[in-house]
């Protein structure tokens, strides 16, 4: 692949962002460096829209991916991802051919939307370095079966997995410190288990409302996996 065709980029502090991939390829392989610049970060909505890419492959000398930058490549089917630390907000929602995603090791917060309306996921499991799962990170993915959360995670948004509606059950660990407002909503399949004896301080009154006002989610407590 030419990079210098296919890619709009900066060099900042000798370092390459790609801002733009302009090419027609359904095949991405996204080069360690170009001219012996190293190539270190893709940019806000450097991929958003594309039509044509169906895989990816991002170097490890990647450090950042932005926002967006994947949203709605609804042709997208695997991406190979770097050791980064955070997956930025909507950087693949709305890729609704991709139908699974390892997610690296050294991820630690999973922004708002990230995997939004990816309507193909079937089954998702977080590494143990994942702390954060954001506001609406898995919603509306209407066929994602099972997800198995890292056992570090500490604060599960709203919305997380709402609309799940093949989601049959989830286990959260006692590591859970804060689940926000409605965060299984309309996920209606779901069965709840918790590590913990109880409902935690940090776990907002409605946090397993089922969406429908005053209607709750039976949630299982003491459970081991």
């Known amino acids: 692949m030419n990079f210098n065709k296919n890619f709009e980029y900066q060099i900042i502090d000798n370092s390459i962002i790609i801002l733009r991939y302009t090419g027609k ?18 940019a806000k909505d450097a991929f958003e829209g594309n039509k044509f890419i169906k ?10 991916i932005g926002a967006f930058a994947f949203y709605n490549c609804t042709n997208l089917r695997k ?15 709305g890729c609704t051919n991709l139908t699974k995603i390892t997610i ?16 193909k996921l079937i089954n998702i499991t977080l590494p143990n370095s994942i702390k954060e799962i954001g506001v609406n990170a898995f919603c509306n993915c209407v066929n994602l079966k099972t997800a198995t959360l890292s056992t570090n995670t500490a604060y599960i948004g709203k919305y997380a997995f ?12 006692c ?6 407002y409605e965060a299984f909503a309309f996920a209606e399949n779901i069965k709840i288990f918790c590590e913990t ?14 969406g429908i006002p005053n209607r709750f989610y039976q949630v299982i407590y003491n459970c081991k996996l």
């Not at 991406?79 to 929602?93: D, G, H, R």
């Not at 590591?175 to 926000?180: F, G, P, W």
């Not at 004896?197 to 089922?210: H, V």
């Open 55 to 64: 895989y990816v492959f991002i170097p490890k000398t990647v450090k950042t």
């Open 79 to 93: 991406i190979v991802l770097p050791p980064i630390k955070i997956l930025s907000k909507y950087v693949f929602a």
């Open 104 to 119: 690296p090791d050294t991820v630690e917060v999973l922004e708002k939307a990230t995997f939004a309306d990816c309507t």
């Open 175 to 180: 590591t859970v410190q804060q689940i926000e």
């Open 25 to 42: 390829s359904s095949v991405v392989v996204i080069p360690k460096q170009y001219k012996g610049t190293e190539i270190t970060a893709i």
């Open 162 to 173: 709402g609309w799940d509606i093949n989601l049959k059950k989830i286990y959260i660990p």
């Open 197 to 210: 004896t109880k409902k935690q301080i940090g776990w907002d009154k409605n946090w397993n409302n089922t």
